[in-house]
């Protein structure tokens, strides 16, 4: 089973940018649609960016699109997710997952469609 761990997290004031990635271990991302999620304390989590399996398509939430930008550099097994233009609202702990389908045509944006998650790292935006 793939392991996935993220790191680039902290505190940063608002307008400021931030980098996010999501490293696999034990597995790869490659041929898998990758995405990125976040919850914030009291909300469920949502989708935030999806990436597909080779790179070609790219799907965002309303709420980040023009902001933040996924990529995906399969020889480094890794994704990232940049962020910019913040807002204290995008405070959350992101985590990054692996689809659960081979090759899938698409972007899954449902959470039930990922079956490897990270433990996510946590982003703070101050005002």
């Known amino acids: 089973q793939v392991q996935l761990v993220e790191s680039g997290g902290g505190l940063v004031q608002a307008g400021g940018s931030l980098r996010v990635s999501c490293v696999a271990s034990?597995?790869?991302?490659?041929?898998?649609?990758m995405g990125w999620f976040r919850q914030a304390p009291g909300k469920e989590r949502e989708f935030v960016a999806g990436i597909s399996w080779s790179g070609g398509v790219r799907h965002y939430a309303d709420s980040v699109k023009g902001r933040f930008t996924i990529s995906r550099d399969d020889a480094k097994n890794t994704v990232y997710l940049q962020m910019g233009s913040l807002k204290p609202e995008d405070t959350a702990v992101y985590s990054c997952a692996r689809d659960r389908t081979f090759r899938r045509i698409g972007v899954p944006i449902n959470a039930d469609m990922y079956d490897d998650w990270g433990q996510g790292t946590q982003v703070t935006v101050s005002s």
């Open positions: 034990g597995g790869t991302v490659s041929s898998y649609a």
